[in-house]
């Protein structure tokens, strides 16, 4: 268990790991990456009183992940950010083993988190099916402190037929009623969502489940449950879907369901699963509506139980998350662009014409009314291809275990990447394709034979 005070005496040993990840020569420009140690899951999204708060799990003294906390890092602008103190510390009993993934959401001019405890008993157990605790848990904040943990639901409220893995809780309202979705793998290994209804978040009851009608993996993790253009959508993100050619090409997936459901029915329809990311790294996505009535999504670049890995564990930090992305809809399908706030990195603008050599690392490159197959150098030994109706990303020895990821798409017209020290983010057709991998090249080198591009020079995110 970590507490504050345990962090407190072990601060010394932070900052050596903080002064070390400074040296890393794959430290990224504009992202959010931990100071030191681990991050995964973006948690409890949300504005507030005209401020945005991001917070994700944070394991600040062990770049390969243990004692898991909520870090907070704010920002007015999406350009300047201030790392906050560490938010949820793992000090209860009913959490002791990680303040796992949860979500947040303001009623009342209060800040409601709901997150998973997670707890794991003494002994021999396989720890799905016995040996563990997964406990929902709220907090009621000022978006920097609360009072105290309220323990909400616990494994006797979960239907009897579910293993000990339910988890990510994450909060919709609707005609008065809160409804609260969480991920959960049944004893059967069939992954699914539970719903739960309240009137006060406080008192939960279990309200109804929803799953597909064939196997789809044996678990749902970080479900979200929102409406975009009218279009209802549950983003999930489902564990053991067989791999294809073209399909779940990650030993997870990211995704979503276009949903059609009568909450107060309990009936509902679920459209074809489409993936977010075909990239190498992206997991747990999470979104929010935001003042300007955006439903923004930021996901995790990384990926559980990858067989592939990240230099910067030499470091004495590992992991970071995406751009903040907007999302819209177009023929029913979600679309993921970068947040307008984005553009204000812009520095230099170079028009790059084919056959011409870009030399850095960090950049943002456009390309429109592409009307051809075509073949881009990212990095001297990372390229992007396009022919045949298949879209290929091909990483070389810079990519410590990341190989090929191919997706099929009809036309491609336009593209707009996003390249960091170490990161890769590609959008396609307007977002309705996205491609997130991590890369770790000392070599510069963004070149196409078959493409003109728009190419600005990006600044650096600020954080204090």
């Known amino acids: 268990m970590l507490d504050k005070k345990i962090f407190e005496e072990n601060f010394a040993r932070f900052c050596k790991m903080k002064d070390r990840a400074k040296e890393d020569p794959n430290m990224l420009r504009f992202h959010i990456y931990p100071e030191a140690g681990w991050l995964n899951d973006p948690n409890g999204l949300c504005e507030y009183k005209g401020i945005y708060h991001i917070y994700y799990q944070y394991s600040p003294l062990d770049e390969n992940k243990s004692d898991t906390c909520w870090g907070h890092v704010s920002t007015v602008d999406f350009i300047n950010y201030k790392r906050e103190d560490i938010f949820i510390?793992?000090?209860?009993?009913?959490?002791?083993?990680?303040a796992y993934s949860g979500s947040a959401f303001i009623k009342d001019d209060r800040i409601n988190f709901f997150y998973t405890g997670n707890v794991k008993h003494d002994g021999e157990y396989d720890f799905i099916k016995e040996g563990r605790e997964h406990n929902t848990i709220k907090l009621a904040s000022d978006a920097y402190t609360y009072s105290e943990k309220k323990l909400i639901l616990d494994n006797d409220d979960y239907p009897k037929d579910m293993?000990?893995?339910?988890?990510?809780?994450?909060?919709?309202?609707?005609?008065?009623?809160?409804?609260?979705?969480?991920?959960?793998?049944?004893?059967?290994?069939?992954?699914?969502?539970?719903?739960?209804?309240?009137?006060?978040?406080?008192?939960f009851t279990y309200h109804m489940r929803i799953e597909t009608d064939y196997d789809f993996g044996?678990?749902?993790?970080?479900?979200?449950?929102?409406?975009?253009?009218?279009?209802?959508?549950?983003?999930?993100?489902?564990?053991?879907?067989?791999?294809e050619t073209y399909r779940y090409q990650n030993i997870y997936q990211a995704g979503y369901f276009p949903i059609e459901i009568d909450l107060s029915e309990k009936t509902y329809k679920l459209g074809n699963f489409k993936e977010l990311d075909y990239g190498f790294d992206f997991y747990a996505p999470q979104t929010f509506e935001d003042s300007k009535s955006r439903r923004i999504l930021i996901g995790w670049m990384g990926m559980p139980d990858a067989n592939y890995t990240n230099p910067t564990i030499d470091y004495k930090w590992q992991h970071c998350l995406t751009v903040p992305r907007s999302l819209s809809v177009k023929s029913g399908k979600l679309c993921q662009n970068p947040i307008s706030e984005m553009e204000n990195l812009r520095k230099d603008n170079i028009t790059?014409?084919?056959?011409?050599?870009?030399?850095?690392?960090?950049?943002?490159?456009?390309?429109?009314n592409i009307k051809d197959s075509f073949k881009i150098n990212l990095r001297s030994d990372v390229s992007l291809s396009y022919d045949d109706g298949i879209l290929r990303l091909n990483m070389g020895y810079s990519s410590f275990g990341r190989d090929t990821r191919q997706v099929k798409i009809n036309v491609i017209s336009d593209l707009r990447i996003y390249s960091d020290k170490s990161s890769l983010e590609i959008f396609i057709n307007e977002g309705e394709y996205v491609l997130t991998s991590r890369v770790y090249s000392e070599k510069a080198g963004f070149y196409s034979?078959?493409?003109d591009f728009d190419l600005y020079t990006l600044d650096s995110i600020g954080f204090i």
């Open 89 to 98: 510390y793992p000090d209860a009993k009913f959490d002791k083993d990680g």
């Open 163 to 203: 293993t000990k893995h339910v988890r990510d809780p994450k909060i919709y309202e609707k005609d008065g009623y809160n409804y609260m979705f969480i991920g959960a793998r049944s004893l059967e290994d069939k992954g699914l969502v539970l719903v739960y209804k309240s009137k006060d978040l406080d008192n």
């Open 218 to 243: 044996y678990m749902r993790e970080c479900p979200d449950f929102f409406t975009v253009d009218s279009k209802d959508f549950l983003i999930l993100c489902p564990q053991g879907v067989e791999s």
């Open 352 to 368: 790059l014409k084919r056959g011409e050599n870009y030399e850095d690392f960090v950049f943002e490159a456009l390309a429109k």
């Open 449 to 451: 034979k078959d493409l």
